[in-house]
């Protein structure tokens, strides 16, 4: 089987690379940076025996986006992790639109463009594995992040409609949606916050993450604490819930 991971130079990206290539999966990994790919490359090769391909890709350019598929559709992708992503924290009237905008292309368009191409891809051959990464702030109104809350609930919408629509044609083909809590990873750093409550492992995650795909769950919690948010989330008014979140995020110190 082969698997592409997009934004695995760290993280959730990059440890689900590697419970992917520990289970003898070849890889395909793909982010920015490309000194941290081949890093993970070498390491994936040497420990696991598997084959690693590394493109590197700035998923904000929506022609790198295009230029990624059309580069590795000839491999027959079995298993595709729609991973990119990241926040802008701060007040809608204070954040930087130019950095925002940046952000929904990766979270947002370039997330949609991808899923859309290899969910084609999957169906006509009626296999294949899909996982997309929101958060339980895709649940969530977001104040303070609220682009970034956006754009994981675009996901998890998203992933639900498609999820039904391939119930309804009997596929195949396995969607999952991964909706972790906070998890230890460089997102606090890009985004200039600090987590108010220990992160969860990335490690842990990832791979409970890729054995609840394989498992055929839809929705993937790290923890019992991330389903009860989730299921929180469907009692309580969108009102209490958005001054809940204003409460929590006016109080995460933003870093200089």
């Not at 916050?193 to 498992?215: C, D, T, W, Y």
């Amino acid at each position: 089987m082969v698997a592409l991971v997009t934004g695995a130079s760290s993280g959730i990206g990059r440890d689900i690379a590697r419970s992917l290539a520990r289970h003898g999966i070849n890889v395909i990994i793909t982010a920015r940076r490309r000194d941290r790919l081949m890093e993970l490359k070498e390491d994936l090769v040497l420990k696991y025996g598997v084959k690693v391909k590394a493109i590197t890709a700035d998923l904000a350019d929506e022609k790198q986006v295009f230029g990624l598929y059309e580069k590795v559709k000839k491999y027959n992708i079995d298993i595709f992790v729609n991973n990119a992503g990241y926040g802008v924290f701060g007040a809608f009237t204070d954040t930087d639109l130019e950095s925002e905008l940046d952000m929904l292309s990766v979270n947002i368009r370039a997330f949609h463009i991808l899923f859309k191409l290899f969910l084609r891809d999957f169906t006509k051959r009626d296999f294949g594995y899909i996982l997309n990464t929101s958060s339980i702030a895709g649940f969530l109104p977001g104040p303070y992040f609220s682009s970034y809350y956006a754009s994981k609930g675009y996901i998890v919408r998203m992933s639900q409609a498609v999820e039904q629509e391939l119930i309804a044609k009997k596929s195949s083909v396995h969607l999952s949606v991964l909706c972790p809590g906070p998890v230890e990873t460089e997102f606090s750093e890009v985004a200039k916050v600090k987590f108010l409550i220990p992160p969860a492992n990335s490690a842990q995650v990832a791979e409970h993450a890729v054995r609840e795909m394989f498992g055929g769950t839809f929705l993937i919690c790290d923890n019992i604490a991330a389903k009860a948010a989730v299921y929180a989330s469907k009692l309580i008014p969108d009102s209490l819930l958005a001054f809940g979140a204003g409460l929590f995020q006016r109080h995460r110190k933003q870093e200089k």
